[in-house]
């Protein structure tokens, strides 16, 4: 059975940084595809970043190109989010996501795909 925990997530000021990590079981994160989303108030959930486990390539969202990075630790089965330079637009709940054995393997595809199976979600709040 897949399960994920996300956790990390914090207070911190615009221009901060703050690293969520979601640590997976009951598959491997190196034939998977991981992502982040986020769901602010009264917006739809959306991508952040994909990663291809077996490659470790990456595709971002345009809105935290070059100020988030997602990275894998296979041997730990775990995914994470660094993200700095925050703004307060970047305060949502964060939602690490799993695809095992995804037809496509690229980071494209991985950022696009539809997941089925989701954590339970880690706050992030960024004041002004």
């Known amino acids: 059975q897949v399960h994920l925990v996300e956790s990390g997530g914090d207070a911190a000021q615009a221009g901060g940084s703050l690293r969520l990590s979601c640590v997976g079981s009951?598959?491997?994160?190196?034939?998977?595809?991981m992502a982040w989303f986020r769901q602010a108030p009264g917006k739809q959930r959306e991508p952040v970043a994909g990663?291809?486990?077996?490659?470790?390539?990456?595709y971002y969202a345009d809105s935290v190109k070059g100020r988030f990075t997602i990275s894998l630790d296979n041997a730990k089965n775990t995914v994470y989010l660094q993200m700095n330079s925050l703004k307060p637009e970047d305060a949502a709940v964060y939602y690490c996501?799993?695809?095992?054995?995804?037809?496509?393997?690229?980071?494209?595809?991985?950022?696009?795909?539809?997941?089925?199976?989701w954590g339970q979600g880690t706050q992030v709040t960024v004041s002004a």
């Open positions: 996501a799993t695809y095992p054995r995804p037809p496509l393997r690229d980071a494209y595809a991985c950022y696009l795909t539809s997941y089925s199976y």
């Open positions: 990663i291809y486990g077996g490659s470790g390539s990456a």
């Open positions: 009951g598959y491997t994160t190196s034939s998977s595809c």
